[in-house]
């Protein structure tokens, strides 16, 4: 069976890492690998975020899948679990309750148990939840390893060359490229915001929600940092080379900006809200990256057939969802799947 993979984002990484060894991939990247929002990610990994308890179900099983995926590829994920602190009184309250009910493992700190975990945060709050299983990677790295592991398994890659459309209408054979036309048995469309677009060939309507998002990494600092900190005025984390990096606004994921503001005061307003956090470390930032979140209409991924021999899987929180995507839609493409996990966001039936 020959499946054209297009967009070498994480979700498409993922998919043709999954399928390499059972089919014939080529995956046709526009730029480069992690060229769009994969590359421009905070790269959390976490199920306290959600919409209702079927997308939290996902996510848990999200985080199983890099796990699993742990266990045969240096994914470069640091388990370092979450400290969460965004709500006081009775919201707190009520997102704690949620979770536990929703046995998801929840440990609640106070104060002192929050400066043993953290020593160098200023003003530690009164209580925090902390999320174990929790995780953060360098979406773009791991990206470039899922590809190199699909190719090490036959997959193939062709790069700066967008697609310009799709073969065939009731049963799609393929894609149209500036180079001429790629023949093959299925297509997945893994490419972020520019899939609408690439469905109106088809008669498809998938709207999308303008979500920018800006990222602010800062030069490297001394360990600083041990988990990923979700305060009152956003989220932070260091990674394995010493780097902060923080969305420039709080609760990025279920930001609903349509704009950003100039980026040099979205910088300093960045700054000082780490530095209120990190009064004593020497911080400048080097890098701010402006992305477009692929966020579906409702919010929740859309993952399934459009056509006969067309899939998409489009999706905000991909670094968290990518490697459940790519085993779900692997065996949905070789007639495998038997799971009902992705019912609830598979592409409504267009008239
Ligand atoms: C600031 C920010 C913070 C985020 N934080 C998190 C987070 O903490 N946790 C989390 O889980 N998610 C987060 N996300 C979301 C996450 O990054 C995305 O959901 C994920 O990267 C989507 O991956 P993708 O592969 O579907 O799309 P993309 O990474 O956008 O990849 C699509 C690819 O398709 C290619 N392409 C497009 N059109 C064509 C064409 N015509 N032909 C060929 N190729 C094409 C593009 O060049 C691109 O490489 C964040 C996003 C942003 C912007």
């Not at 390893?145 to 065939?168: E, S």
């Not at 180079?179 to 999308?208: E, F, R, S």
């Amino acid at each position: 069976m020959k499946v054209l993979v297009i967009g070498a984002g994480i979700i498409g990484a993922a998919i043709a890492h999954r399928l390499a060894p059972h089919a014939r991939v080529t995956v046709i990247e526009a730029v480069t690998p992690a060229a769009a929002a994969s590359g421009k990610s905070f790269g959390w990994i976490n199920a306290s975020y959600y919409q209702n308890d079927d997308h939290h179900r996902l996510r848990v099983q999200a985080i199983a899948a890099w796990r699993r995926l742990d266990a045969t590829l240096r994914t470069g994920i640091q388990w370092t679990g979450t400290l969460w602190w965004e709500e006081t009184g009775p919201a707190f309250e009520a997102t704690h309750d949620a979770l536990r009910d929703l046995g998801y493992p929840t440990r609640l700190i106070d104060a002192d148990e929050f400066e043993r975990l953290e020593p160098n945060i200023a003003t530690p709050p009164d209580r925090a939840l902390q999320f174990p299983t929790e995780g953060a990677v360098d979406a773009a790295a791991l990206t470039d390893r899922l590809l190199t592991a699909a190719m090490g398994q036959g997959a193939q890659l062709i790069l700066g060359t967008p697609v310009t459309g799709l073969i065939g209408t009731s049963r799609i054979t393929g894609v149209r490229t500036d180079q001429g036309p790629i023949h093959a048995d299925h297509t997945i469309l893994a490419t972020g915001t520019a899939t609408p677009g690439l469905l109106c060939d088809v008669g498809y309507d998938l709207p999308l929600l303008r979500r920018p998002g800006v990222l602010l990494r800062s030069e490297p600092l001394p360990p600083l940092i041990n988990h990923i900190l979700v305060g009152p005025d956003g989220e932070i984390r260091q990674d394995a080379t010493g780097h902060i990096l923080a969305p420039a606004s709080a609760s990025h994921q279920s930001d609903d900006a349509e704009t950003v503001p100039a980026l040099s005061d979205l910088a300093e307003a960045t700054l000082h809200r780490i530095r209120t956090l990190l009064p004593e470390a020497d911080l400048r930032w080097s890098r701010m990256t402006l992305g477009q979140r692929p966020v579906p209409e409702q919010g929740l991924p859309v993952v399934g057939d459009v056509r006969p021999g067309l899939t998409v899987a489009v999706m905000h929180s991909g670094v968290t969802l990518a490697a459940l995507i790519g085993e779900r839609v692997a065996a949905d493409v070789l007639g495998r799947d038997d799971s009902p996990l992705l019912q609830p966001y598979r592409p409504v039936p267009s008239v």
